[in-house]
């Protein structure tokens, strides 16, 4: 049963194929015979199946390429965005930091007072008392009642 199968597959590309080559020759002259003109109206369906055949396999592979270019560039663009969004989270980490500071040195022009910054490093839990933990101390200068 494939041997039947192959076998007919082969007859059918063969004639295809005869059919192609007949074509060529005959769409490259001046078909002035009587012979010329017969092949030519028998080749013209067969070269227009092969034709659009050859056209669709050509626009598959054509898209396919194009597909696989497309895929890499959205990869690569799609790691591109999330390296930008962790660099804009962090300038803007930044413009607020800067905010903070240039506030708390318009504060310290401002008042008479020796002042040093500190940052909040812990809060108490009690709901009796409200105390907050700072990161300086008596290492940085810091006396009980200064």
């Known amino acids: 049963m494939f041997e039947q199968l192959s076998r007919k597959k082969s007859i059918t590309i063969g004639g295809l194929l005869l059919l192609f ?11 002035e015979t009587a012979v010329g003109r ?12 092969v034709d659009a055949i050859a056209h669709s396999v050509g626009s598959v592979v054509d898209n396919y390429i194009l597909l696989v270019g497309a895929r890499e ?5 799609r790691s591109e965005v999330q390296t930008l969004r962790r660099e804009l989270l962090q300038v803007r980490e930044f413009e607020y ?3 903070r500071l240039k506030e ?18 812990g809060r ?16 940085d200068g810091v006396t009980a009642d200064s």
């Open 73 to 77: 560039e959205s990869a690569t663009l």
């Open 124 to 139: 108490s839990a009690s709901a009796w008392y409200r105390t907050l933990v700072l990161n300086k101390g008596q290492d």
């Open 97 to 99: 930091e800067n905010q």
């Open 21 to 31: 080559t007949l074509g060529m020759l005959v769409s490259g002259k001046r078909q």
């Open 38 to 49: 017969s092949l030519g109206v028998v080749a013209a369906p067969a070269l227009t199946v």
């Open 104 to 121: 708390l040195l318009a504060f310290k022009e401002a008042t008479e007072f020796s002042l040093l910054p500190a940052r909040v490093v």
